[in-house]
């Protein structure tokens, strides 16, 4: 029956994902089952997105129940959901202003014309400049993809939206060569996910915050992929204290529901976008308003974010293991429950051994494995891992 349905779909969808053998049917707690009924432990939840897991009941019941009552009504009229999600995404961020989207690459638009709106506002010009990060990756939309430091993504959809200027992360010498008097913001993520799991370190996050107090600029971070609690604090930046003026999740904050935001603080929002400058159709309407209302309300009561610690400390432990065991490892990195392996050669024969061995991995480049397991997961579920990757790499 799969090998059926991965036929027609190669036929009818545009083909831009090299997609593994599999056609995932349900899912039950960090479980998914494909149409054959087969298991697999699941440590990619979605690319970061199933925090909760599969079959969540408050979750679906609060779904379900928004859905008979009332999905979309535009955002020419206030609904319920929508502002007790703002109120807990605030509450959670110390963020003052929210603005939801429909998915992570419309939040990094937001925060790309807040920037510039904000520096407008000041001088009157339009021709501000934004320094991004080299490796880093923000999403496939064209001002999302000018930001996103890697040519392989950008070269074949030249030109890009201009006047960015690309520094490396950790090298603080780099991003003061690039600070013109055009600038108007630093944007990046707190810890890069497709460009290798390579966190901000704490001292290089607070020099980027001193320079924009300094030259007034405007510190963007983003936080879709290691944000809502996956790196141990409910975001990574909280970790070192180090408060953005704007800041974009998605991802994990609807936990299947497509749903993305920006927030900025209350001078930001003072002073940048007004009535007219940004819309959207979708965006914050009840159905995503409920699922991230009811996904904040779990993370509270289920204490997520303290078990994404705990756990993250035992994975991190498992994975330094496998760097002393085996040779073809040459190192881990990452923080919490958002983790990576470097491999001395591609990585994607390991990935297929393991689906085939009933674990669902992914990869963040060629030689990379990527963790990113539904925040639920315990240590069993760890040490279930790690058997099935030990057993993948001694046939690799």
């Known amino acids: 029956m799969m090998k059926e349905y991965i036929e027609e779909a190669e036929k009818a969808l545009l083909h831009t994902y090299n997609r593994y053998q599999v056609v995932f049917d349900k899912g039950e707690g960090v479980y998914l089952y494909d149409l054959d009924g087969k298991k ?150 707190t810890v890069q996910g497709e460009g290798g799991i390579i966190r901000a370190e704490e001292t290089f996050l607070k020099e980027v915050r001193a320079l924009c107090d300094e030259h007034d600029l405007l510190l963007i971070l983003d936080e879709i992929q290691c944000g809502m609690g996956r790196t141990g604090t409910m975001f990574a930046w909280q970790r070192y204290g180090v408060k953005p003026d704007v800041m974009t999740v998605a991802k994990a904050v609807g936990c299947g529901v497509p749903v993305g935001a920006f927030l900025m603080t209350e001078k930001v929002g003072a002073n940048s976008l007004a009535a007219g400058d940004h819309g959207t159709t979708y965006g914050g309407n009840p159905l995503a308003g409920k699922a991230i209302e009811t996904v904040l309300e779990i993370f509270e009561e289920e204490k997520i974010v303290a078990n994404a610690e705990k756990v993250g400390a035992y994975l991190t432990k498992r994975l330094d293991e496998l760097v002393s065991e085996y040779s073809c490892v040459l190192e881990r990195r990452g923080i919490g429950l958002m983790q990576g392996l470097v491999f001395d050669r591609p990585v994607a024969g390991i990935i297929e051994s393991a689906i085939a061995e009933g674990l669902v991995l992914i990869n963040a480049g060629a030689q990379i494995i990527r963790f990113l397991p539904p925040l639920i997961i315990t240590e069993e579920h760890v040490d279930d891992m790690i058997t099935i990757l030990k057993k993948c790499l001694e046939n690799a």
Do not use: W
């Open 40 to 189: 697999y432990l699941d440590f990619v939840s979605g690319i970061a997105v199933f925090a909760l897991g599969y079959g969540n009941q408050k979750y679906n019941d609060a779904l379900k129940g928004q859905i008979d009552k009332l999905i979309h009504t535009s955002n020419y009229y206030y609904n319920v959901p929508a502002i007790e999600a703002a109120k807990k995404l605030l509450k959670a961020s110390g963020m003052d202003r929210v603005f939801f989207t429909n998915s992570g690459a419309e939040a990094v638009e937001g925060a790309i014309k807040t920037a510039r709106k904000y520096a407008y506002l000041k001088d009157g010009h339009t021709d501000h400049e934004i320094i991004a990060m080299e490796h880093s990756f923000h999403g496939r939309t064209m001002g999302a993809l000018s930001v996103t430091g890697n040519p392989k993504y950008r070269e074949a959809f030249e030109p890009m939206i201009g006047n960015i200027r690309f520094a490396a992360l950790n090298d603080i010498e780099s991003v003061k060569a690039q600070i013109t008097g055009k600038t108007c913001a630093i944007l990046m993520e």
